[in-house]
């Protein structure tokens, strides 16, 4: 019952987001609740402001290609391909994963987008798609400045764009690498030796210790890393979890990472 209803309530989000309600959206959500998107974007906290400037003036559709529902800690973890038509009719894939945190009484307390704008596919079939393209960003920049003011709107769009360039979508790879040869020094380099935790689907949060992460790694198999997004200092992706005989899930992980590139700490979920 509750994976139902936890998914219901993240349908809902896409739902109301593509029929312009905005009262029933932000109905959705938790008192205090935060939306970033992208993640390494500023953080809103004014929910309505966010609806207002970002929803508000675009037709929005969500494919979803798979959903994960972690029962345990109330999340909702969804990779999805957005299609987005702006005011002026430009029309735009943008692939993401999506995580929704719920509370108890199924309320959104968070939802944090994993894109990049490297993976954006704008419709552009000749000279004037491309002006309109053009004209089609310079509506959203002038849509934000109107909500959020001139400040903080130069702000937020030097801070995406930071959100960007950050990171290190490669470290997906190495990680897999480091894993399946049992490379211990390998794993090291990648680690933040201080701080680095795993969370796995069995609610469990490993201990703040580098060797029982180690430890940990030296049981899973990771393969097929595929939709890997950097966003921030963030990484998700879609990947293939092997635990022995216990066979081959299909699975999702999100790794954050520290300033300097190495892993603070990595969540790992497969349906259980």
């Known amino acids: 019952e509750a994976r139902t209803r936890l998914l219901e309530r993240a349908d809902l989000s896409r739902e109301y987001a593509g029929q312009r309600n905005k009262t029933r959206w932000l109905g959705l959500f938790a008192d205090g609740a935060t939306v970033e998107d992208p993640v390494g974007a500023p953080v809103h906290t004014n929910l309505s402001m966010f609806y207002d400037a970002f929803i508000s003036p675009n037709d929005i559709e969500f494919d979803v290609i798979e959903d994960w529902v972690d029962i345990r800690r109330w ?6 391909i957005i299609h987005i038509e702006m005011r002026n009719g430009t029309q735009m894939l943008q692939p993401a994963h999506i995580c929704y945190s719920f509370n108890t009484e199924y309320q959104i307390e968070s ?18 798609d491309r002006a309109n393209y053009g004209i089609s960003l310079t509506l959203q920049a002038y849509n934000v400045f109107s909500v959020f003011g001139f400040s903080w709107g130069v702000q937020y769009f030097k ?39 795993i969370a796995l689907p069995n609610g469990t949060t490993l201990p703040n210790t580098f060797l029982s ?14 939709h890997i997004y950097q966003s921030g200092n963030s990484v998700a992706c879609r990947l293939a979890v092997s635990m022995g005989k216990a066979g081959l899930e299909r699975g999702i992980a999100v790794i954050n990472l520290t300033p300097s590139g190495r892993i603070k700490n990595m969540s790992l979920f497969w349906q259980t």
């Open 111 to 128: 939802l944090k987008a994993y894109w990049n704008a490297t993976f954006s596919s704008p419709r552009i079939d000749g000279v004037w």
């Open 159 to 197: 801070d995406v764009s930071s959100a960007f360039l950050k990171g290190d979508a490669l470290i997906v790879e190495k990680l897999r690498r480091a894993v399946n040869t049992l490379n211990d020094d390998a794993l090291e380099s990648l680690f933040h030796r201080k701080t680095s935790k």
């Open 213 to 226: 992460t180690i430890q940990e790694l030296k049981v899973l198999e990771l393969r097929r890393p595929s």
């Open 75 to 80: 999340k909702v973890y969804r990779n999805v």
